[in-house]
């Protein structure tokens, strides 16, 4: 690994921005915040999901910020999430950046009365990009590397 | 997300300490090091916990580092612990501090000769304050999202 | 925690490029790149696994960066892997460094039809070492803490 001898106090403000938008997403869909997590994207940005992992074909995806609101809203049927993040790797280059981020998405329902854990392990391949001094996704390419769904007890 | 342009190195020291302080607590809670855990709080420190989630009435409250010591020596029924932590958002004005942190804390266990496992999905509400050049916890708000518990087997 | 007032940009550099070096393993781990594995390791690297936990007698130790070659190989045999990493704490002096970072590691796989998941709650006590202004991993010592293992439906 190349590393630079310094870092400046300009690419640490990206770099903490960067993080912060990633942690941001996080807390938006706990809280469900569905507002907020929109807010996050350029007004054009580009979602895409795959469901059966990378080199998968997408399972779709959807063009511009408003056609977030039913992804983010479908969180609601759940009594809880816990977006947990892991590592972020981040490349950048200007306004523009790149990255692989890490996430064990948790989430709990009832079916029938009883108590389920569903947990998606997946990976953001994202391309970042500062308008007007603030970050924001310009396009989210979401992994689901796999899933794990079992009964739960307290 | 406004982001300012330059992160300068009194900041990123802060930030630094602030991640090395949750991190700290993390690993004393593992190695059952329940004095140098309560070294990270300030000596008038307060301490809530709400089991029921966010918004729900606090479970208990402690007031004052002394107050913490049954708390960590608890931890000694585990047969093992993981603090394993996740995303810490930090907001930073002068020698104070707020975040939200994330902790998916793992207590192993044996009951009637059966290994068990139980997950707590915390998020810390926490107050920081810098006392002559270093960070403690002046306030920390344990809220247990959801736990998870089960036979484990190796 | 005594908190110097400023993290220089070369420290800062040191800091990110170590994280990196941590966060680059378990890419390529996860995405079964071997050879880019084995180069963040020092051509004379010390591999030590402990699969009884902190303190017990070492499983195995490896010497030398060819010796990973079938450590790392060994991953082909899972459907996936997800090595998640949680908090990484550094301590630098001058070229060298060292640290205590956790990870879940986990595992798919198959037998006799039914799927499996193994999760590895590890910590790796590494020793980081910079060469030519380049981090690799002079020494790591990884640590099980404990696993659990259990059939798992997507």
């Not at 399972?59 to 009594?79: N, W």
Request: glycine share 6%; aromatic share 12%.
């Amino acid at each position: 690994m190349t590393t630079p001898s310094e870092l400046s106090p300009a690419e640490a403000a990206d770099r903490l921005a960067i993080r912060e938008l990633f942690d941001a997403y996080a807390h938006c869909a706990d809280r469900r915040d569905s507002e907020g997590q929109k807010a996050l994207f350029t007004e054009d940005t580009r979602f895409v999901v795959y469901m059966a992992g990378e080199g998968s074909e997408p399972t779709y995806a959807l063009d511009g910020r408003e056609a977030l609101t039913p992804v983010f809203a479908d969180l609601r049927q759940y009594e809880a999430t816990t977006h947990f993040n892991g590592q972020s790797t981040i490349t950048l280059d200007g306004d523009k950046a790149t990255g692989e981020s890490y996430t064990l998405a948790h989430h709990l329902f009832t079916v029938d009365g009883e108590r389920k854990i569903m947990i998606a392990s997946l990976r953001y391949l994202d391309t970042f990009v500062k308008i007007d001094g603030a970050w924001y996704f310009a396009e989210r390419n979401l992994i689901v590397d796999w899933t794990d769904s079992r009964t739960s007890t307290p």
